[in-house]
Each structure stands twice: as structure tokens, then as C-alpha cells.
């Protein structure tokens, strides 16, 4: 009994999320790329602050090291 249970919540579950997925508005080719673009500059630009950041932190540590 429990199997035939879990089989129709499941059965439901899979309804529910197709019904669901059909109200997405899902964006266009020119909203993919611009958003994919703007997420790759983002990245970039957070890498060199982080390496940065990093160079200067050891740079701070190799000098108070040293003493």
C-alpha cells in the first residue's frame, strides 16, 4: 500500500512541476547572452580584486616575517 502511496505522490509531483514550468517566462536569446556576459565580466572582476588583494596580504605578511 505504501508503494502505490509514494508512486501517486510522485506521479503528482511530476504533474505539478510541468504545470508549474509552463508559467515560467523564460528570457530570450539577447536576455541569455547579455546576463551571461555581465556574470563573466563580474567574475573576472572579482578574480583580479581577489589577486589583489592576495598579493598585497602576503606582500604585509612576507614583510612582517622578515623582522
Partial sequence: MKI???FKKLIDFVKE??????RVTWPNRKQLISSTVVVILMIALIAVFLGV???V????????LQQ
Fill in 53 to 55: 588583494v592576495d598579493l
Fill in 17 to 22: 512541476s510541468r504545470a508549474e514550468l509552463k
Fill in 57 to 64: 596580504f602576503s606582500r604585509i605578511v612576507t614583510i612582517i
Fill in 4 to 6: 502505490v502511496q509514494l
